[in-house]
């Protein structure tokens, strides 16, 4: 069974830092691409950041330069750590194995201005 659980949301200022941690199970979580969603109030669920299981990764353009994402391959946990927040970076962020059915519950992140 898989399974994706998602942690590290929370409240803080623009222009503070957070770091998300997906932990995953039930994969051979180093031969999967990991990937970090978000969704906003109203708007549609949009890619964040992806990354392969060689370590290769792909940002969305409003992201590049403020988040990074990374994975402990030892300890099947995927990271996104986001620096330099904007109230416009609010969101529940999901994590998920791309191109697959298989999302984490979310993890709600709010920048306040």
């Known amino acids: 069974q898989v399974q994706l659980v998602e942690s590290g949301g929370g409240l803080v200022q623009s222009g503070g830092s957070l770091r998300l941690s997906c932990a995953a199970s039930g994969i051979i979580f180093r031969l999967n691409s990991m990937g970090w969603y978000r969704q906003a109030p109203g708007k549609r669920r949009d890619l964040v950041a992806v990354i392969t299981g060689g370590g290769s990764t792909n940002y969305a353009e409003s992201v590049k330069g403020r988040f990074t994402i990374s994975r402990d391959n030892a300890k099947n946990t995927v990271y996104l750590q986001m620096n330099s927040l904007k109230p416009e970076d609010t969101a529940v962020y999901s994590c998920?194995?791309?191109?697959?059915?298989?999302w984490g519950q979310g993890t709600q992140v709010t920048v306040s201005s």
């Open positions: 998920t194995i791309p191109s697959s059915n298989y």
